[in-house]
């Protein structure tokens, strides 16, 4: 090597002498290519090209090193060993190729180490050569540290070299110590010499498949040594991949976990011990850790709570069981009991604790907590042992409910001891004290006063008792179901006339809001929904104060649901519970302020369920109560379509609706004066639109009215000022160009004509809430000269029956004395005849000597019973008179044994004068001779004749009979028949039509319902038959005008001198003229002077006056 190059190694690398710098120069050449480093062997290969430059430069050039005193440090050759001009100029740009390479051999080995690089500009050679002298140096130690690292993993793990195809290419002395081969039996050979049980091929393809793709696999070998010894590693198998990016070969590292698998095997097999014993335990085992997780459960635990080990391991135990209590509100950790007792060391006994499984039931547990401590004896987890003590709280609970229970009964029982006594004593209080004022009274008018409240009393008693009645056959399963069709339209019909006036009274607005078509036939037993229905608005109007009163009826199917709501106080929630507990209301208060047993509801809940329903009910207090249900079965046939709803278009009404067919001459308005109408308002657009009759709806007050002609409803609150607005409205020519054609209010028809008195409207109807479909139809669709009959004026209205009664002689049989008085008065009343009897002897008596036209005979009479006396009066020759049973007993039983002694109805105790005289008016006529008959102008009389004419042959009653037994109750002429009835008023033959089954599924009970159709025809054509026999001199026109003329002005004039003889004067002429047009306002007046308003009842009279002298 050229001697200036070797002077400046030895310069660069401080070394003592040339020898050394080229020594040492050589040893760093030679380790650097030892070096199993891509960098370092390209630092070695560089290295050496560049020195050998250098050195060939030097030389070319003549340069050698020369003594110190040589400037530069170096002398030139002779001119003849110096190189030629053209070499000179070349050696500079190799020089700084060979640097430029060396550079970048540096800095890729810097890169390799993570440092920086260094810049070609600065580098030098002498800084070169430092620098590499440090990184060879650095490496130096690095190998020395491997070699350290090797020989102590050497004596800890066995290390193996394989090829790709298993051939074992090294092993170290760790490995030939445990497998018990020596190195020259493991190299050369498959590593399956090495015997792995427990990885199957499957298994060891997989794990190829992932080393050939440069991936490193971990896991536990199983294998047995040369002696058949087993041993245990755990392996690491490295792929050592090459710089093209494959794997040359594999590198095994295994440490042997021998000895830890056998102290496991022994472990394990404690643990299966003591598992065993906590799995036979039948209770709950759970263990925590400090942290809380939990690290043990035995079977039942995990029975209990829903959860494996394995899923709660991951959750803190108090956080995923314990963390709820009994009423589901959340439970910390901090205040946990357990902890707080595990905390100071204590053990935990409790059985008032709860734990939520996994599905999130609380269930409530006994439970043992006992702390688990460490070496130092402090709180290191705790195990539990619980058990579900669910069925002994259930226990505990029932024992309470019935402790509970039996203290409610107690207290129930005083509270209905005090409220049946307020309830009995109060009426009964008025009775004796008002019947005694009566006695001692000389004065009519106050005689007649207490008297009217005698009756109020006496009725406010009855209803209590029947509730109690009824309570008690609800209570002892009693109460049998009768399901057969019936009219929905009908019964909402009743509803009305039972609560509209009770609503009016206390300014309330009571709605039906019809969701279904009314003409639709229903099947169930209609008196059971009735009384429901009856209980649930009369307390719906009893509570509420304001606002209105609301029935909902609406189709589900073949269910129909009942809904009754209110805008009254509501109910509390601490209430609610006992709200349908017979005797007990919401508050004792209520029966104070407003009366009642807390009888309704029980029996409505008890009849509801036993109709296959559930009653429901939502309240809130001071805004209202909603009640709710549905019975299943109810509709029998879908309901008829009423109309399209077009403007101009032929609207059908079929005959149940009671109004021919008609057109609409002009779009239908309604306007909505108020907003105390809104819910009228809005149960009106649900009616038209369910008839598909068109109607656009304003506000009165705030819309203007079309310019075109239009039918129009107006709704009217019952304010009079609305009212007033209202006429004014009319006077001011508001309503001019349209049509007038109804008003629907609140208010009652003679009241609503009162206030529209100042304004001339021609056909305009009155439609009082509550509204049905019948009501907007017939409005809508006015029949001109309909023959159609009136619960006022039909066959069996009380204008008809007084005719038809009047000098009929009745036997009245009753051993009572007051109830004899008070039944010979009803028929006295009447027009009839009356003899009575107290015994069953002098009934027979009387019965042998004289010609009856009824008998009314008390079923419990001394000695002779009343089915005696029935009996042996039948057995008479000729006899022919209807006996009608009195008894107080209403079983079946007792009716049976009425019929078979030959009576032919039963009026259960204590009847009204109006069942009375509808059962004497239906059984007492015989057939009528038709040559009796007058000819009459009267349209009414002439479409009796017709039906009689129709219908009054044995050959067509035969004929229905018969369609009847063949199944076939839609057949037109029962349906003519039924229509037909309805037009006269026959309503026990209508409700004998509507009750029939539309098929023979009861067949015990068919043969029974034709029996009261034959029965029903044949007392209507009786009726019919004496009606038109009836003398023609009796004229109800006259009567008005006697009333008009004298009675009315005498009532008056002592009305005007505050005479008290004005109410003595005014009940007369209100019963002599109960079934004429003025009866209504007659009975008005009467209401008020009974509250001493002799005002308003001269106000009321002079109206009445008015109206009858005015025409």
Not at 181 to 193: K, V
Not at 1052 to 1063: G, N, Q, W
Request: glycine share 6%.
């Amino acid at each position: 090597m050229n001697s200036l190059l070797i002077k400046q190694i030895k310069a660069a690398f401080s070394c003592e002498n040339n020898e050394e710098g080229e020594l040492w120069l050589d040893d760093i050449l030679n380790k650097t290519a030892l070096l199993d480093n891509h960098d370092a062997s390209r630092l070695t290969t560089g290295l050496s090209a560049l020195l050998a430059s250098i050195d060939n430069t030097y030389r070319q050039h003549g340069l050698e090193a020369e003594d110190e005193t040589t400037s530069g440090g170096y002398a030139r050759k002779s001119s003849t060993d110096r190189p030629t001009l053209e070499q000179g100029q070349t050696w500079p740009q190799e020089l700084a190729a060979i640097t430029d390479n060396l550079v970048q051999s540096v800095n890729a080995l810097l890169t390799a180490q993570a440092r920086p690089e260094i810049d070609n500009d600065i580098a030098s050679l002498a800084s070169l050569s430092t620098l590499v002298l440090d990184l060879i140096t650095e490496q130096q130690h690095k190998e020395n540290d491997m070699l350290i690292q090797r020989r102590a993993m050497d004596q800890h793990s066995i290390v193996i070299t394989l090829d790709l195809n298993g051939t074992i290419l090294s092993a170290n002395d760790k490995c030939c110590q445990l497998s018990e081969f020596t190195r020259d039996e493991l190299i050369g050979n498959n590593a399956d010499m090495l015997n792995v049980k427990n990885v199957p091929l499957s298994t060891r393809l997989g794990i190829l498949q992932s080393l050939f793709k440069g991936e490193i696999w971990h896991g536990e070998l199983q294998s047995i040594t040369k002696s058949g010894t087993p041993w245990f590693v755990f392996c690491t198998i490295v792929p050592n991949i090459n710089d093209q990016g494959r794997v040359e070969n594999l590198v095994v590292l295994c440490t042997d976990i021998s000895n830890q698998k056998r102290l496991e095997k022994r472990l394990e097999t404690g643990r299966q011990f003591y598992q065993s014993i906590t799995n036979s335990i039948g209770e709950g085992v759970y263990a925590v850790d400090a942290k809380g997780k939990t690290q043990f459960l035995n079977p039942e635990a995990s029975r209990l709570l829903g959860w494996e080990l394995e899923d709660l391991q991951s959750h803190r135990f108090h956080n995923a069981v314990h963390y709820q209590k009994e009423d589901g509100t959340l439970l910390s950790r901090d205040d946990c009991a357990v902890n707080h007792a595990i905390r100071v060391g204590k053990t935990y006994s409790s059985d008032e604790d709860f734990f939520t499984d996994k599905r999130g039931r609380i269930f409530p547990i006994s439970i043992v907590a006992v702390p688990l401590e460490d070496i130092h004896g402090e709180p290191n987890g705790h195990v539990g042992v619980f058990r579900d003590i669910s069925g002994r709280k259930g226990l505990e609970r029932q024992l309470q409910h019935a402790y509970k229970e039996a203290a409610n009964a107690n207290k129930a029982k005083g509270d209905f001891l005090a409220t049946m006594s307020h309830e009995i004593r109060t009426p009964m209080n008025a009775i004796i004290g008002l019947t005694h004022l009566a006695i001692e009274s000389d004065n009519q008018a106050q005689q007649q006063n207490y008297m009217s409240k005698v009756k109020g009393s006496a009725t406010s008693l009855l209803t209590l008792i029947n509730g109690i009645l009824d309570f008690s056959k609800v209570e002892a399963q009693q109460i049998e179901l009768h399901r057969a069709d019936f009219n929905l339209a009908d019964m909402m019909n009743k509803l009305a006339q039972v609560f509209q006036h009770k609503a009016r009274q206390k300014h309330l607005q009571l709605l039906f809001d019809m969701r279904l078509d009314t003409d639709v036939t229903c099947k169930g037993d209609s008196d059971k929904i009735y009384q429901v229905l009856v209980n649930l608005l009369g307390n719906a109007i009893k509570f509420t104060r304001h606002g209105f009163v609301k029935l909902v009826v609406s189709q589900q199917g073949e269910a129909l649901s009942f809904c009754v709501s209110d805008t009254g106080i509501g109910i509390d929630e601490d209430n609610k519970e006992k709200l349908f507990n017979a005797f007990v209301q919401a508050d004792a208060s209520i029966s104070r302020e407003y009366g009642g047993t807390g009888l309704g509801l029980a029996i409505s809940k008890r009849l509801v369920e036993l109709m296959h329903g559930e009653l429901e009910f939502t309240s809130e207090l001071g805004k209202g109560t909603h009640f709710c249900f549905t019975l299943p079965g109810m509709v029998h046939e879908k309901a008829k379509e009423i109309g399209r709803g077009k403007a101009n278009e032929t609207i059908s009404i079929n005959a149940s609706q009671a109004a021919p067919m008609r057109e609409l001459n002009h779009p239908l308005l309604c306007v909505n004066t108020s907003q105390d109408m809104d819910e009228a308002n809005n149960i009106l657009a649900h009616t038209l639109s369910r008839l598909s009759i068109p109607c656009h709806f304003i506000n009165g007050n705030a819309d203007t009215f079309p310019a075109s002609r239009h039918d129009v409803i107006v709704l009217l609150p019952a304010k009079p000022a609305a009212w007033q607005k209202f006429v004014n409205h009319i006077k001011l020519g508001e309503y001019e160009n349209l049509n007038l054609m109804c008003i629907v209010t609140p208010v009652d028809t003679e009241e609503a004509k009162r206030r529209l008195q100042s304004v001339k409207l021609n056909m305009l109807n009155i439609i009082e809430l509550p509204f049905t479909d019948v009501h907007i139809l017939r409005a809508l669709f006015p029949t001109s000269g309909s023959t159609l009959a009136t619960h006022a004026d039909g066959l069996e209205s009380k204008l008809w029956r007084k005719r038809r009664l009047a000098g009929k002689h009745a036997l009245l049989v009753d051993d009572d004395s007051i109830s004899l008085e008070i039944a010979q008065q009803i028929l006295l009343d009447a027009g009839l005849k009356v003899t009575t009897a107290t015994s069953g002897e002098q009934a027979l008596a009387l019965g042998k000597s004289n010609n009856f036209d009824v008998v009314l005979l008390d079923c419990i009479l001394p000695k002779k019973s009343g089915f005696t006396v029935a009996e042996e009066l039948n057995n008479l020759n000729g006899w022919h008179c209807p006996i009608i049973a009195l008894s107080a007993d209403s079983s079946s039983e007792n009716i049976q044994k009425g019929a078979s002694v030959g009576m032919c109805a039963h009026l259960l105790k204590p009847a009204s004068a109006a069942e009375i005289l509808h059962v004497i008016d239906i059984n007492i006529h015989t057939s009528a001779n038709l040559s009796n008959m007058h000819d009459s102008d009267d349209p009414y009389l002439t479409s009796i004749a017709e039906f009689y004419s129709n219908y009054g042959n044995a050959e067509l009653l035969a004929q229905l009979i018969n369609i009847m037994i063949e199944n076939d109750s839609k057949h037109d002429a029962i349906n003519s028949l039924l229509d037909d009835a309805k037009k006269i008023g026959a309503d026990t033959l209508v409700a004998a039509l509507e009750g029939l089954p539309s098929s023979l599924e009861n067949k015990s009970n068919y043969a029974h319902k034709i029996s009261n159709i034959s029965f029903a025809l044949d007392a209507t054509l009786r009726l019919i038959a004496h009606t038109l026999s009836l003398p023609n001199e009796y004229d109800e026109k006259e009567v008005e005008e006697t009333l008009s003329i004298s009675d009315l002005s005498a009532v008056i004039t002592s009305l005007e001198s505050y005479d008290a003889e004005a109410v003595s004067l005014l009940s007369a002429l209100y019963n002599k003229h109960a079934s004429s047009a003025s009866a209504h306002a007659l009975n008005h007046a009467r209401q008020l002077v009974s509250v001493y308003d002799y005002g308003r009842a001269l106000e009321e009279l002079l109206r009445l006056r008015d109206t009858l002298l005015n025409g």
